[in-house]
Nanobody, 119 residues
Framework: QVQLVESGGGLVQTGGSLRLSCAAS????????MAWYRQAPGNQRELVAR???????NYADSVKGRFTISRDNAKNTVYLEMNTLKPDDTAVYYC?????????????WGQGTQVTVSS
């Protein structure tokens, strides 16, 4: 079993920055891809950014050039640096981790952290 703990959300003004963190803990697992999703009220959960075990990244068009995803494999942690934030970025942000335990792969979700951007 893998547990995910997120931190770093909060309230920020338009144009501001935030950094989200998500740390994975447990035993007997290895992590493959890590990602951040977000869900605004009334909307479906959407992929924001993803990073593979080889550190290849992809981003939603709406955040390209403003957000940066990175990972620290030694700490089993994924980060999301968010700059030039806009009110449309307001949402609950969830980290998602693909982990291998034995011969099987599983996906785990963090508890979510609220990001609110005021205009």
């Amino acid at each position: 079993q893998v547990q995910l703990v997120e931190s770093g959300g909060g309230l920020v003004q338009t144009g501001g920055s935030l950094r989200l963190s998500c740390a994975a803990s447990g035993s007997g697992f290895s992590i493959n891809a890590m990602a951040w999703y977000r869900q605004a009220p009334g909307n479906q959960r959407e992929l924001v950014a993803r990073i593979t075990s080889g550190s290849s990244t992809n981003y939603a068009d709406s955040v390209k050039g403003r957000f940066t995803i990175s990972r620290d494999n030694a700490k089993n942690t994924v980060y999301l640096e968010m700059n030039t934030l806009k009110p449309d970025d307001t949402a609950v942000y969830y980290c998602n981790v693909q982990a291998r335990i034995g011969v099987r792969e599983y996906r785990y979700w963090g508890q979510g952290t609220q990001v609110t951007v005021s205009s």
